[in-house]
């Protein structure tokens, strides 16, 4: 079993920065993909960013291209997402996936571990 702990969220004004922690236990040997996803409120979650094992390849959604990064430190188990010129549209519930291989997929399906997610609210 795998568990994955978010940290990070919190309220700021939009122009500022967050950074969000992924903290990977459990049984992490192996090489998997990681991602973020979001939920707004009334809107279905969305993948917004992923990287492959062991990061060279990354993907990002175009409402979050150029603003927000996702890195990860293998022997630390974890990843982090650097989200910067938050907007409001960024408030969502935030979280962090593990996928069932090393390949950054754009399907929530490709994705078998999830954290509980962290809060993330943009005020105007």
């Known amino acids: 079993q795998v568990q994955l702990v978010e940290s990070g969220g919190g309220l700021v004004q939009a122009g500022e920065s967050l950074r969000l922690s992924c903290a990977a236990s459990g049984r992490t040997s192996g090489s998997y993909a990681m991602a973020w996803f979001r939920q707004a409120p009334g809107k279905e979650r969305e993948l917004i960013t992923a990287t492959s094992w062991p990061g060279s390849s990354t993907y990002y959604a175009d409402s979050v291209k150029g603003r927000f990064t996702i890195s990860r430190d293998n022997a630390k188990n974890t990843v982090y997402l650097q989200m910067n010129s938050l907007k409001p549209e960024d408030t969502a519930v935030y979280y962090c996936?593990?996928?069932?291989?090393?390949?950054?997929?754009?399907?929530?399906?490709?994705?078998?571990?999830w954290g509980q997610g962290t809060q993330v609210t943009v005020s105007s």
């Open positions: 996936a593990r996928s069932r291989t090393p390949t950054a997929g754009v399907y929530e399906g490709q994705y078998d571990y």
